[in-house]
């Protein structure tokens, strides 16, 4: 395979043999195995593709992926920016126009040889450094898509009319670091979802089966709830991305209240990053979308390797601690992409 070929890489499954691109939700509802891509900002792109196979992500090759260099990396916002904006964040909550909105921040760094960057590469990299149950690849270089995710939380997975997600609200170190604030930002988190899929699926049929559970990923843990319901029969794929999108746990609650505040006090686009990226298998009616975090992209346009972190904030953030939430999130996975991290999990000096 050329190593810039079309393929996507999703629990386990290889998807090759590209045969359409739509940015038509309706497609999903059809037939075939896609991989998706819907940024932040709205922009969706499905890619339909004829040989689905089981395919491993396989172990790293030396060399095959040339990331940039640890020290080379910007932020969209640095602490002083950031913290500001969660002081802003906060003004708004004391106004009542907002209980949570999530801040955002999108790092960027040169990649040494563009042409080259394969971001399947990327994905065996962060598979064993560090595994996520939404890890995978989208690579279609000719339509600006390039992704490697390591993500922890799912967005939406359907199993015939049974739709459920995830979110997560609540990061720390270990359990201990937990505060009552992260609790309070999940609960809201949670009453959004259930909004959002209460618009599509049947009366009374959406429930919380687990709510504020403690999980652990690699280097920090969250809380992690369970919504999920019956989508009804007269809705599909157009509907349900339409009621749940953006996901609720990266943006905030009330969510239309909270993008206003994000669209001023974040300096530039979100794109993949706090998207949905998965794949939806239309023959079998499944399908598994995450939330585009611990997710790196491509940009070809400007030669460079794109990363996004945030966090929640609510009237109980500390400026501070919100920002060294962004960087606990960040940095490992930035370490592995530059090649300063080591499965181990230790810091490879420089």
Known sequence: MHPLAPMARFGGLLATDLRDVTRDPAALDSTGFWAVCADFEGRLTCARFGDVRPDPVPAPVPGAWRGPAAGDWTSSLDRAAYTAGVRRVREHIARGEVYQANLCRVMSA????????????????????????????????????????????????????????????????TEDDLLPKDYAENVMIVDLVRNDLGRVCETGSVTVPDLCAVEEHPGLVHLVSTVSGLLREDEGWPGLLAAAFPPGSVTGAPKSSALRIIEALETVPRGPYCGGIGWVDADAGTAELAVGIRTFWVDRAEGVLRFGTGAGITWGSDPEGEWAETELKASRLVAIASGAYEASGKAISR
């Open 110 to 173: 040169p990649l040494p040889d563009p042409a080259l960057a394969d971001v399947d590469a990327l994905t065996a990299l962060l598979a064993r450094g560090n595994p996520a149950p939404y890890a995978g690849t989208i690579r279609l270089p000719a339509h600006g898509v390039e992704i490697a995710t390591a993500s922890p939380e799912l967005f939406l997975r359907r199993e015939g009319a049974l739709v459920t997600s995830g979110p997560i609200k609540g990061t720390g170190r």
